[in-house]
């Protein structure tokens, strides 16, 4: 439903795309805030979760979530980038931007995850 598709994962990044659809609109027509809000949440999640061994499932759950929109998305997709800008024993923390398909600055985040028991990194 979603339709968000990861481009790239590496420990403390990601990067994925939403490919743009009537249903991601608004009823002006614009990418509605709960799907720019979604991948900020997304971003942030998978951020902190990597690993390196695929036998490894790391797993989170949001805590704080907070966006400030700057901007309207032009183009048939946006993306998100998700970098870790600090963690502790048991929480991570992660910056998001989510641009168009013109590279334009169309929101920014921050949000707090804590993994779930067993899955943060030693």
Known sequence: MAGFRMLEWRD???????????????????VHGGVVLALIDEAGGAAGVWSADP?????????????????????????????????GRSL????SEVRDAHGALIAFGTSTHRWRRGSAPE
Not at 12 to 30: D, K, P, S, T, Y
Not at 60 to 84: C, I, M, P, W, Y
């Open 12 to 30: 403390g990044f990601v990067r994925i795309r939403c490919e743009l659809r009537a249903h991601h609109q608004n009823r002006q027509g614009a």
């Open 55 to 87: 036998a490894v499932n790391r797993k989170s759950v949001s805590v704080t979530l907070d966006a400030k929109f700057v901007g309207r998305a032009q183009g048939d997709f946006v993306e998100v980038t998700g970098r870790v800008v600090g963690q």
């Open 92 to 95: 991570y923390f992660v910056q």
